[in-house]
């Protein structure tokens, strides 16, 4: 079993950067698929980003392409979310999320065992 915390959220300007984090605990963090995942008010849960068991491979939903980035530190068993050049349609809340499917990449929050409480991100214009 693991626990995720996340933390980093909070109210930015269009344009502006933010470091989410999402902190595990456990001693098996780095046999977990980690990723990150949106919810807007009355929207379905999105995925933005994941990454594999190493760190060595990663996947970004197509509206966050070349704006975030996801990594890593399993010494620390640390999950970020780098977002940069932020966007108004990019507020929701974000969650992290552990997969027990330790091969190739997860997409569908259905493929996650553990979830965070999720961290708000809201992005003014």
């Known amino acids: 079993q693991v626990q995720l915390v996340e933390s980093g959220g909070g109210l930015v300007q269009a344009g502006d950067s933010l470091r989410l984090s999402c902190a595990a605990s456990g001693r098996t963090f780095n046999t977990y698929t980690m990723g990150w995942f949106r919810q807007a008010p009355g929207k379905e849960r999105d995925f933005v980003a994941t990454i594999n068991y190493s760190g060595a491979s990663t996947k970004y939903g197509e509206p966050v392409k070349g704006r975030f980035t996801i990594s890593r530190d399993n010494a620390k068993s640390t999950m970020y979310l780098q977002m940069n050049s932020l966007r108004p349609e990019d507020t929701a809340i974000y969650y992290c999320?552990?997969?027990?499917?330790?091969?190739?990449?997860?997409?569908?929050?259905?493929?996650?065992?553990?979830w965070g409480q999720g961290t708000q991100v809201t992005v003014s214009s």
């Open positions: 999320a552990a997969s027990s499917i330790s091969i190739g990449l997860r997409v569908r929050p259905n493929e996650y065992n553990y």
